[in-house]
């Protein structure tokens, strides 16, 4: 905008895992997080399906995808999913290993499945096998059947397992011989104790686990609990109703923080400093125009090295991508214990993972211009399609020029032939999603594929990432600052769409070895994981001596607010409600009934809100449900099809996952009779027998809504409550009037809700400041007037900018103070806008304020974050290794309604 002045009844088997649903006790609600009812999988409790159907199709492309904001592209308004997701990667309770059971693998002389003492192995359900419907196939981590477990023993254990109670896994403890082999196989239940309980002494009475076993296993689970705590945080913010202050006097009130500070870096597995710096140097490229600082040339010799990867020697006892050779030439995947007598294949390519601003775009240029011929296929988000080709013409001689297209739009042409005259495809997610197999993009073996902003595909199952990893290349790099947002599943489907091989390219194998002993504090997966990323990986951080940008410094603060009286008021009562529906959906679940998990998600999402301004939530959720409550069916009339809308942005907001794929929502609609689905999961549910697989309605595509558009600031401002100041946006314009006492500061203002910021527009009017704003109901036209003004217009001095729309592809040097007004879940998402502004080509010390409302929801939502930045430290060894487990999501929740 210009500048402005005041004036299931559906169960699926996916890759040989099933996921059951269930059908929800209310409207508005999805299913509690999913069971996989096979071998390796996560995921909570869930009741067996009351019918069975064909999988559903991987969700389409559209407007929204799940907990996405809405991005508009050009002026003719075409659109697609931005990146960043607003959900936390929901991985459902916790599983607690029970015991083991020692058993054999029979029907040995049947298949061919190759497999050694020590492997791991995958124990599947086959109901549809003809000689018993309760039969357990056994195979490789190659997918390769080795035999099933033997009729007793599978009828003791399917019963468990269908019923979504436990999952299992596999391990064979010797050799085949010509009719079985030996295996130990792995039980993992529900973590909840009353339910525990009650499961431990069936399985006792079925003899699969020892009473001593089951003793052991829970004090070692209920020792880990109680490791498990809460650490608080007491700085009192600056109070209200003072008078005007200094940045100074903010600061000593704020807490100084360094959200990503390395910390000392372990050496055991990952390369530290020293060694990154000691990478070998690629020459000059003579096709280049820009002279490559020292750190690119080495980032240039690694993605060349790794573009021909090679096996080690035997006699050395290094990996490469997991796989090590014996003295006998055997190849051993060191995740799997899989044994192959021949090379197996491995990865070209890897993931490039440098900080925001060291020059990713040129390293690949670099790349492709002494990569050998070939043309490469760039996948990028829509609004840094026409960086990649500019970035190109800048920075490669003229005499060299590859040939550059840009293949995105309604005129682009679709045949393969159309390409053959190009050196460079650049694409975008959204386009890859439309594009139906067969068509040009397919067609084409390509050189190379890269995948700008990849963490994009981090959920293996949307259509973006399948489509992706469907393409023909020699070499398939990923280029992220952020390789992990949410958890350690981002980086499973980075490596999917990398070919790795040896199992770990299985989700159920992946979780088995890395990401349940990562989340149990095992060393081992811990190990594996630095191991793996070590490998494929490159990782550079600005705060390295080496790099030497010699950027300005960024100091980061907490700013903790204290609530208004009044405000204190309405926030206890809403937190009372919450615990309140916390507790009911818990007992409920330990009496084996239907909890709304639901309603606990849009009492926090009302916290949350509360705490930047009260007007957000103001009778919001009320009012839709009573307004809708007692129709089964809602007439699509122009008033209903509003309500549907916001009823369906609550979903979304709320983190809710499909009921049919049991996933977090892409493109996601609402039906008729107020359901919510991704959009491909319900069509194929239509398509198969027209019915709402939650409450048997008649359905038809026409009874399917989207999402509404991101409201533009005049639409809200109309919604409002005309009293706009709070606690939390006086303590921003103290921060703001301090700041622009500095001559030529200026100050960017980040929220995820567009209301919000609505909300401090308002009151900017009313101070009178000039100032620009970016949001999701903008096209790239009006965003790029808005950056203007920012950076040219000496009289705007602030932006406002949706987190969502401007965490990637926007330079924002021009500003040199971040107001983070409310947290993210995932703090990559923080990282990445801040990152906007503190970057290559900034001038001035760069101060960010991450505004939080004191003893409140946002407060834990600080700890939640320096979770998952753990998670990424284990990932790189970025600093010292910590004892802290990972939470799962309904941990999460604890934490935060404490």
Not at 90 to 97: I, K, L, Q, T, V
Not at 661 to 688: G, L, N, Y
Not at 779 to 787: K, L, V
Not at 800 to 828: E, F, H, K, Q, Y
Request: proline share 5%; aromatic share 6%.
């Amino acid at each position: 905008m210009p500048p402005r002045k005041r004036p299931n009844p559906v169960a699926s088997e996916t890759g040989r895992q099933t996921k059951v649903a269930r059908t929800p006790s209310s409207s508005f609600s999805s299913p509690v997080p999913s069971v996989r009812a096979s071998s390796l999988g996560t995921g909570p409790v869930r009741s067996p399906p009351l019918q069975r159907a064909p999988p559903p199709q991987q969700p389409s492309s559209g407007p929204y995808d799940a907990g996405r904001r809405l991005a508009w592209q050009g002026s003719t308004q075409d659109y697609e999913a931005e990146v960043i997701d607003l959900t936390q990667s929901d991985d459902g309770p916790a599983w607690e290993f029970y015991g083991t059971l020692d058993g054999k693998v029979v029907g040995i002389r049947y298949y061919n499945g190759v497999a050694t003492a020590g492997e791991l192995v995958m124990c599947r359900r086959e109901p549809s096998n003809p000689y018993d419907s309760n039969a357990i196939r056994v195979d490789n981590v190659l997918g390769a059947q080795i035999g099933h477990l033997p009729r007793a023993v599978a009828a003791k254990l399917v019963p468990y397992i269908d019923n979504g109670e436990i999952t299992i896994e596999g391990m064979l403890t010797g050799e085949k011989g010509f009719y079985d082999c030996p295996i130990r196989i792995q039980l993992y239940g529900t973590s909840e104790a009353v339910s525990r309980e009650n499961l431990e002494e069936r399985l006792k009475k079925d003899k699969l686990v020892k009473a001593t076993q089951l003793k052991k296993t829970k004090a070692e689970s209920e020792a880990r609990k109680a490791a498990m705590g809460l650490k608080g945080q007491g700085t009192s913010g600056f109070p209200s109703g003072e008078p005007e202050v200094s940045l100074q006097e903010l600061a000593q009130v704020s807490q100084a923080v360094n959200f990503r500070s390395g910390g000392d870096i372990a050496k055991s597995l990952a390369m530290d400093e020293a060694q990154l710096a000691k990478l070998p140097m690629a020459q000059q490229p003579s096709t280049i125009k820009a002279t490559l600082l020292p750190y690119q040339l080495q980032g240039l010799a690694w993605l060349s090295a790794k573009e021909d990867p090679k096996f080690p020697d035997p006699s050395s006892n290094a990996t490469t991508q997991l796989w090590k050779r014996d003295a006998r030439g055997r190849f051993l995947n060191i995740g799997t214990s899989f044994t192959a007598t021949t090379a197996p294949a491995l990865l070209s390519g890897g993931i490039l993972a440098d900080d925001m601003g060291l020059g990713k775009t040129l390293q690949i240029i670099s790349l492709i211009m002494t990569g050998g011929p070939g043309k490469t296929l760039i996948v990028a988000p829509v609004g840094v399609m026409s960086n990649w080709e500019q970035q190109i013409h800048r920075h490669v001689l003229e005499e060299h020029m590859p040939k550059v297209v840009i293949y995105h739009g309604a005129s682009r042409q679709t045949s393969a032939k159309s390409l053959d005259a190009y050196d460079v495809i650049i694409t975008s997610y959204g386009t890859m999603t439309s594009e139906a197999k067969g068509d040009a993009l397919s067609e084409i073996d390509w050189r190379r594929i890269v995948l700008d902003e990849g963490h994009t595909i981090r959920n293996a199952k949307t259509k973006a990432a399948e489509a992706v990893c469907t393409l023909k290349a020699k070499s398939r790099w990923v280029l992220t600052g952020t390789p992990i947002v949410n958890n350690i599943k981002d980086i499973h489907s980075l490596l999917k769409f990398l070919r790795i091989t040896g199992g770990i390219e299985q989700s159920e194998v992946f979780n088995a070895v890395i990401a349940r002993p990562l989340a149990n504090g095992d060393a081992r997966g811990e190990a594996l994981l630095q191991s793996l990323m070590t490998d494929v990986c490159l990782r550079r951080k600005k705060g390295m001596r080496f790099v030497d940008l010699k950027l300005p410094a960024k100091t980061e603060y907490i700013h903790r607010i204290t609530f208004w009286a009044e405000e204190k008021k309405k926030y206890d009562a809403l937190l009372s409600e919450a615990q309140g529906a916390l507790d009911e959906y818990q007992h409920q679940s330990e009496l084996g009934q239907k909890g709304r998990f639901q309603g606990v998600l849009e009492r926090l999402l009302r916290l949350r809100q509360t705490c930047n301004h009260w007007t957000l939530c103001k009778d919001r959720i009320v009012h839709l449900l009573k307004l809708l409550e007692d129709q089964d069916v809602v007439p699509l009339n122009d008033e209903n099809c509003v309500l549907l809308r916001q009823a369906l942005q609550l979903v979304i907001e709320s983190q809710e996952e499909c009921a049919v794929c049991i996933e977090s929502m892409t493109s996601p609609v609402i039906t008729h009779c107020k359901h919510i689905f991704c959009r491909a999961c319900i069509t194929k549910v239509i398509d198969i027998q027209h019915k709402c697989p939650m409450c048997r309605a008649e359905l038809s595509e026409e009874k399917l809504l989207e999402p509404a558009l991101e409201p533009s600031a005049s639409q809200e401002e109309t919604e409002l409550d005309q009293e706009t100041k709070s606690s939390k946006t006086e303590a921003l314009l103290k921060i703001i009037q301090a700041t622009l006492k500095n001559e030529g500061s200026k100050v960017i203002i980040f929220s995820q809700w567009t209301s919000f910021l609505t909300v401090i527009q308002k009151q900017l009017d009313e101070a009178g400041y000039t100032y620009t704003r970016v949001d999701g109901s903008m096209n790239t036209s009006q965003r790029d007037a808005a950056i203007r003004a920012l950076d040219y217009d000496p009289n705007v001095r602030i932006m406002l900018a949706s987190l969502g729309v401007c965490s990637v592809g926007l330079n924002l040097v021009s500003a040199d103070t971040v107001i983070l007004a409310d947290s993210w879940w995932a703090p990559a998402i923080e990282d990445q806008a801040v990152d906007r502004v503190h970057r290559l080509g900034q001038t001035r010390p760069t101060t960010v304020w991450r505004l939080v409302m004191e003893g409140t929801v946002e407060e834990r939502v600080l700890d939640i974050q320096r979770e998952k930045r753990e998670l990424v430290n284990k990932a790189f060894q970025e600093k010292g290794k910590s004892k802290k487990t990972k939470e799962t999501r309904m941990g999460d929740i604890l934490k935060l309604l404490a």
